[in-house]
Structure formats: structure tokens, C-alpha cells
T-cell receptor, first 111, second 116 residues
Framework: DAKTTQPNSMESNEEEPVHLPCNHS???????IHWYRQLPSQGPEYVIH???SNVNNRMASLAIAEDRKSSTLILHRATLRDAAVYYC????????????FGAGTQVVVTP | DAGVIQSPRHEVTEMGQEVTLRCKPI?????LFWYRQTMMRGLELLIY????????DSGMPEDRFSAKMPNASFSTLKIQPSEPRDSAVYFC??????????????FGSGTQLSVL
């Protein structure tokens, strides 16, 4: 499986945007880019996913580089409830739906 | 929708005892995944099922671990005998997908296992 690289941690002030980078230089043409997050003492939850085009939903935006070797998850206005570990995961079409988690990025939001 | 339901929420047992963790996937979902999370190793995929059939159990750490899915609404993960290094949070997840791709996974709240 292609790997992703994320910073260990990032800090943000409340109500400011957060840009979480993810590098995936060995991504294949059939890999989708998925983001999940894990709040303290909870299971991971889906955030967003994309293939080539930028994507928006109520939780976040996903910006994908033109060469697809990197992507950025954007939280437009961080709240204290956004403090979590964010995982960037590549998911192949033949993966039977499985997700292989890396270490993720710990996001700290300060009031 | 009740989501993925795991039980028990917490389990404390002594080394050598048998432990059974249970999972009820979201109704209609046809894929089920068992993960284990520790501080040292993060989230590890143990085994996953599609239409009640185990697809890949290469993540199961040892023969002491076994998983079953007797029907579409129930799965178990059993550890026999348990050891202190099995202490972790075990998550179950389900999805509606014949072959992965873009479908999201829904995770349960996990079972915190402590083996003394």
C-alpha cells in the first residue's frame, strides 16, 4: 500500500483556519485520498475523501495537488471540538474497503 | 440508526483467561473490520470480513486470536488465552461496500481491554 507522511502535531487558535498537510508521493492512479479523525476516547470518524478534484463538505475541504503527490485538509474555523488526531489514508480500489492508518496529526486548538 | 455497537465497553481480566469482544455492525452493511489501537503501534487492522466471509486475517497477531462472523449482524473477536500485551482498545467498523473504493467506514466506540 502507498504510504502517507503527516506532521506529528499542529496547533491552532480557536476560530482560525487549520491546514493539515499530507504527502503521498507514491500514490497510484487508482488511490483515493481519505481523511478520518479520532476524537479523544472515540473511534475514528470519516471526514472527507477525494480522487483528483478539490472537495468540500460541511466538516472540511480537501485540496489535492495537481500531481496528486500531496493534499491538504482544511478546517475553515477550528473549534475546541476539532481537537483530534487526523489521519490521511490512501485507499486503493482493490482494497476491499480496508483502511491502513498511520500515526496521523494531533491537532491542538487553543481558546 | 444506532451505529456500530460494541460490547463490553470495558473489560478487565486476568492473564490466561478467555476474552470475547462483540460487535453489531450497522444494519445493511456488508463489510466488517476489527482494529486494535495501542500507544506504541497505533491503529492496526486485524481482520476484515465481506458478506460474512473472512477476506484477510494477516493482521491477527497470533493463533490466540480468532474472529467469527456467523451472520450479517454479529461478529466476535476472541482471545484465548489472554496476555498482558493484549491490553489495548479494540474497534469494530462496518461499511456498505462490495469492494471498498469510496465507501466510508463507521467505527464503534471500542472496547478497552485490560489484561492483568
Amino acid at each position: 500500500d502507498a504510504k502517507t507522511t503527516q506532521p506529528n502535531s499542529m496547533e491552532s487558535n480557536e476560530e482560525e483556519p487549520v491546514h493539515l498537510p499530507c504527502n503521498h508521493s507514491t500514490i497510484s492512479g487508482t488511490d483515493y485520498i481519505h481523511w478520518y479523525r479520532q476524537l479523544p476516547s472515540q473511534g475514528p470518524e470519516y471526514v472527507i475523501h477525494g480522487l483528483t478534484s478539490n472537495v468540500n463538505n460541511r466538516m472540511a475541504s480537501l485540496a489535492i495537488a495537481e500531481d496528486r503527490k500531496s493534499s491538504t485538509l482544511i478546517l475553515h474555523r477550528a473549534t475546541l471540538r476539532d481537537a483530534a488526531v487526523y489521519y490521511c489514508i490512501l485507499r486503493d480500489t482493490d482494497s476491499w474497503g480496508k483502511l491502513q492508518f498511520g500515526a496521523g496529526t494531533q491537532v491542538v486548538v487553543t481558546p | 440508526d444506532a451505529g456500530v455497537i460494541q460490547s463490553p465497553r470495558h473489560e478487565v481480566t486476568e492473564m490466561g483467561q478467555e476474552v470475547t469482544l462483540r460487535c453489531k455492525p450497522i444494519s445493511g452493511h456488508n463489510s466488517l473490520f476489527w482494529y486494535r489501537q495501542t500507544m506504541m503501534r497505533g491503529l492496526e487492522l486485524l481482520i476484515y470480513f465481506n458478506n460474512n466471509v473472512p477476506i484477510d486475517d494477516s493482521g491477527m497477531p497470533e493463533d490466540r486470536f480468532s474472529a467469527k462472523m456467523p451472520n450479517a449482524s454479529f461478529s466476535t473477536l476472541k482471545i484465548q488465552p489472554s496476555e498482558p500485551r493484549d491490553s489495548a482498545v479494540y474497534f469494530c467498523a462496518s461499511s456498505l461496500t462490495p469492494q471498498g473504493r469510496r465507501e466510508k467506514l463507521f467505527f464503534g466506540s471500542g472496547t478497552q481491554l485490560s489484561v492483568l
